[in-house]
């Protein structure tokens, strides 16, 4: 009898080991909702020391926790995300009451830790209402194309190619390689395949440029308890594992390191990832949508890019037109802006024939974004009827880039340095406009913040000499 006791309680040791061992958050109730027992992932999760909840109710804890409705009603709550209101924390979460014989004895409950991934779904939401303004919900300017590509707004055969092409790939599992200049509406196109793709979980959006370098590997693929010093007990998942039975969205993917270009290769040929600090191979399901507004085949030829990787994500590659070579529409969207500005800001304005011209010959470097804050100064300061030409920003009635058909008359080193001396102006420019803010400056560039830097460097400019 003692040997089986001996037995019976090496087994239950066993149980328990194992499950404090699980990544999932445990937790078991009497039936009065005292809490009995939780695993490590509890504690973790809910950054709280087991001794503060063992033996004390629910309702002290965590007052309204649908445990407490689950033991009410005798029922089970699956899949039901629940914010912990005391910890910040959004998890999903599944609780079975515990029946015998029809008594109830208790309840166990299992959560995952979901905050990541609703506040990234929050920011999808912020995206989409930003790309919004690339829309125009009352017109559907592609009657033709899938619902999610129909109000797009754009005329030229160049763009609404671009548009066939994304709405025939979107319901695939193809991976996708979108390459255009800043502003020219990348995300616009990722998020019209998004809604038209047949995957309904989460979606992972990833920056390159905003991604240190010392951490890139631990951001995307997560690391393992004790990996390094600073790390969270149990252990933290990277945006793969996050995204997986997703989408994962890489923009600026050419500021990707070469060391987790090799990385990202093996994820895209395999679906295997390795946490930093583990031995462990995990398998993940993800879609990638990849984005760039730099030349990759050129960054190939200048070994700084993998060519096996361009190729891997060259499988279906939409290029989307720069502005000032689509023609009309800039009217368009100037059109579109306006009439949102104008709501915004209780106004009732048109544009002059003048600016319409002057809006047509000019270079668009930031693209739909420079032509949206163009319009927005021009509602803000316009006190008539009709926008004026001297109502638009200086820049665009006093452009300092030369007229690309005058550059490409000059020899190639001219050319070159005209860039250069370009750039650098126009560098300063927004140092001056922003006094001093990086940040600000480089959003209104519309370059990355690496590439930022790596201008700062080679034009010697000190913002400090620009604040006030």
């Known amino acids: 009898m003692r040997a089986d006791n001996i037995m019976n309680q090496d087994i239950l040791n066993m149980v328990l080991a194992a499950v404090d061992s699980i990544h999932d958050g445990i937790v078991i ?3 009065n909702s005292k809490i009995i027992y939780i695993n490590a992932a509890y504690s973790e999760i809910l950054n709280v020391k087991k001794d503060k909840v063992l033996n004390r109710f629910v309702s002290e804890i965590e007052p309204g926790a649908i445990i407490l409705d689950s033991l009410k009603e005798k029922k089970p709550k699956i899949n039901t995300v629940t914010k912990v209101k005391t910890r910040g924390k959004e998890i999903l979460v599944n609780i079975n009451p515990i029946i015998i014989d029809g008594e109830l004895l208790g309840a166990v409950s299992i959560f ?14 912020q995206v989409r209402k930003l790309t919004g303004y690339f829309y125009n919900d009352s017109t559907k300017f592609h009657k033709d194309l899938p619902e999610s590509f129909s109000k797009i707004i754009g005329d030229d055969e160049k763009f609404i190619n671009c548009l066939k092409l994304a709405s025939i790939v979107a319901p695939t599992e193809a991976t996708v390689l979108i390459e255009g200049e800043s502003g020219a509406g990348k995300e616009v196109i990722v998020n019209a395949i998004l809604g038209e793709s047949k995957r309904n979980h989460p979606f992972v959006n990833i920056n390159c440029s905003a991604i240190p370098e010392n951490l890139f590997e631990s951001e995307l693929f997560g690391y393992s308890s004790g990996s390094f010093t600073g790390a969270k007990k149990g252990g933290k998942a990277g945006k793969f594992e996050t995204a997986n039975n997703g989408t994962i969205f890489l923009d600026e993917i050419g500021e990707m390191p070469l060391f987790m270009q090799a990385k990202l ?21 993800v879609r990638v ?9 050129s960054m190939v030829r200048e070994g700084t890019f993998r060519e096996d990787l361009y190729f891997r994500l060259n499988t279906f590659k939409i290029t989307i037109p720069p502005l000032r070579e689509r023609g009309k529409d800039v ?39 420079q032509v949206q804050s163009c319009i927005e100064y021009a509602v803000i300061v316009c006190q ?24 490409i008359k000059h020899n190639g080193k001219v050319l070159k340095n005209m860039i250069f001396d370009v750039e650098k102006a126009q560098i300063i420019k927004e140092l001056q406009n922003t006094h001093g803010n990086k940040t600000r400056a480089m959003e209104n560039i519309g370059i990355s913040r690496r590439t930022f830097y790596r201008k700062l460097k080679l034009y010697d400019i000190n913002p400090a000499l620009y604040t006030k």
Do not use: M
């Open 29 to 31: 109730v009497d039936k």
């Open 112 to 125: 995952k830790d979901v905050t990541e991934v609703y506040l990234l779904n929050k920011e999808l939401e």
């Open 289 to 297: 949508i990849a984005a760039t507004n730099r030349n990759l085949k």
């Open 265 to 285: 290769l093996r994820v895209l040929q395999s679906g295997e990832i390795q946490k930093v600090g583990s031995n462990n191979i995990d398998i993940v399901n």
């Open 331 to 369: 009217i368009l969207l100037a059109e579109h802006f306006l009439s949102l500005y104008c709501e915004k800001y209780c106004k009732k304005i048109v544009l002059s024939n003048e600016v319409k011209d002057l809006l047509l010959n000019n270079q668009w470097i930031g693209n739909v974004r």
């Open 384 to 407: 008539k009827d009709k926008i004026q030409v001297e109502n638009l920003p200086d820049e665009i009635r006093n452009p300092n880039i030369p007229d690309g058909k005058k550059i």
